[in-house]
């Protein structure tokens, strides 16, 4: 399986990496779904919606604040990087649609990257839409003292309020129920129409418009190739599902390309 992926992969003039929170497990980012995801084996609902956000920005801030914190300490891992290094080497297009909000592939150095959720470090006025990008993983402050380890419990979190409008900000990411941009969904539909082969790295595949991307590839013939340790609802869908971590096999199936370049 994994040799007729690495041909696959090796003859294509453009790639596309659809990724999901799996793909940064290996840095220590945790992931949304299943024991000791982000939500807890609770609904996303309580914690990424607007609804959610108009009842207890509090919570919600909280939340964010400490993934931000969580996501400063963390590196880019093999995969990210083997995605970053196929592209620079340039022997064929790499784009990469990311559901993460985490920033790794960028600081992987990957350059063609559509996030279809937004950024974790982009603070985005409720009112007027103003965006900014905040890097500080100590945004916002806290009521209380700071404390070194993300983990540990924290005062609560003085809610945002844009300097132009005086309206609560939010994080610049995209929530259930929200629609993702319209010039992301273009991008990612453009990059998808012309890959020769798709992959999808670490995720569930079930948030929607992102699980379904890669059927618009495999209605126009391109070959789908799924990263992931376990089962998901698209594994019996594509054409050939790996078994294993990111960081294992994204090495191994981008590498080639490299070492037969030169
Ligand atoms: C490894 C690994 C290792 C572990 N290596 N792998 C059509 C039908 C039904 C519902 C809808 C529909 N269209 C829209 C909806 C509603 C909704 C939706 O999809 N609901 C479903 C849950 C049913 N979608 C939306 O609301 C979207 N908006 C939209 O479509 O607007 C128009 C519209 C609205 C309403 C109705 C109809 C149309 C917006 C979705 C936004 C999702 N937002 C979040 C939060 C973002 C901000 C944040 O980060 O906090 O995005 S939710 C969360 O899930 C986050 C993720 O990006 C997303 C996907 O999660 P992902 O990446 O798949 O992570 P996990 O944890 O689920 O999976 C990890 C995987 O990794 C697992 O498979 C592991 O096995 C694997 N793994 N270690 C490789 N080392
Ligand atoms: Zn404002």
């Known amino acids: 399986m994994i040799e007729r992926a690495r041909a696959l992969v090796q ?17 220590g980012v945790p992931t949304f779904r299943g024991e000791g995801g982000l939500f ?6 309580e914690l990424a919606t607007p609804e959610a956000f108009a009842e207890d920005p509090g919570l919600v801030w909280s939340f964010y604040r400490w993934r931000r914190r969580v996501v400063a300490r963390c590196e880019p891992n093999a995969a990210h990087l083997a995605l970053a290094e196929a592209e620079d080497a340039g022997r ?18 990957s350059r063609w990257i559509v996030a279809l959720h937004g950024d974790l470090f982009v603070i985005r006025c409720s009112g007027c839409g103003r965006e900014r990008h905040d890097p500080d993983p100590d945004w916002p402050p ?26 609560l900000e939010r994080p610049g990411v995209v ?3 929200e629609s993702l941009g319209n010039r992301v969904l273009e991008d990612a539909w453009a990059a ?10 670490g995720t569930s595949a079930v948030v929607q418009p992102a699980a379904s991307i890669y059927r618009v590839a495999r209605a126009r013939g391109t070959t789908v190739i ?9 594994s019996e869908d594509v054409d050939i599902s790996l078994r294993g971590t990111a960081g294992a096999i994204l090495p ?10 030169g």
């Open 226 to 234: 799924e990263v992931n340790p376990e089962s998901t609802p698209i």
């Open 252 to 261: 191994d199936l981008l590498g080639a390309r490299r070492s037969e370049g």
């Open 92 to 109: 064929c297009e790499v784009t990469v649609i990311t559901q993460n909000v985490d920033g790794l592939h960028h600081r992987a150095g």
């Open 142 to 167: 806290l009521e209380g003292r700071a404390s070194a380890d993300p983990d540990d419990p924290e005062g609560s979190v003085i809610l945002p309020r844009c300097e132009r409008c005086d309206a």
């Open 192 to 201: 998808t129409k012309r890959a020769n082969v798709v992959l999808v790295v």
């Open 175 to 177: 929530w259930f129920g």
């Open 11 to 27: 003859q294509s003039r453009a790639i596309v990496a659809i990724t999901g929170a799996g793909i940064s497990a290996e840095s």
């Open 40 to 45: 807890r084996g609770r609904d996303g609902r």
